[in-house]
């Protein structure tokens, strides 16, 4: 199978992040349109803000936490050049939880179902370090 192929789930995931990020920022202007926020709060991240920006900017921090390794898991299979369905299968899965873990945390914020999801991704992502892990020994 040809390794590019393990590339091409990376770029949702990137575009997933900008989205993330500029959904962030509406969240924090709302907030200091608002004066539910000054910009005084973001010198030491101190004091009371808005539930809905805390949460917006939670959401992206979390996309440098299991994301990294989803990037790193698919470059070193690339690198190896030992690409399978089955990674190919796990990645694009990753994606697919991912966007929906997005989706619910953006909008209903509903805890189980993003729950549900999280844990979706993260199992996901395990499968294919245990397989990587498998090809490798």
Do not use: R
């Given at each position: 199978m040809d390794s590019i192929l393990?590339?091409?789930?990376?770029?949702?995931?990137?575009?997933?992040n900008f989205i993330v990020m500029v959904h962030m920022r509406v969240m924090i202007q709302k907030a200091i349109r608002t004066r539910e926020v000054r910009y005084r709060w973001f010198r030491a991240y101190q004091g009371s803000a808005p539930e809905y920006m805390l949460v917006a900017r939670?959401?992206?921090?979390?996309y440098f936490e299991l994301p990294i390794l989803f990037y790193v898991l698919c470059i070193v299979l690339y690198v190896t050049d030992d690409v399978s369905a089955?990674?190919?299968w796990i990645a694009w899965?990753?994606?697919?939880?991912k966007a929906v873990h997005s989706c619910i945390r953006m909008t209903s914020n509903h805890v189980p179902y993003r729950a549900y999801?999280?844990?979706?991704?993260a199992l996901v992502l395990f499968c294919g370090w245990i397989s990587l892990a498998i090809k490798i020994l």
């Open positions: 393990i590339i091409y789930p990376i770029f949702p995931v990137i575009l997933l939670h959401h992206y921090k979390n089955i990674d190919l899965l990753f994606v697919i939880f999801t999280f844990y979706g991704c």
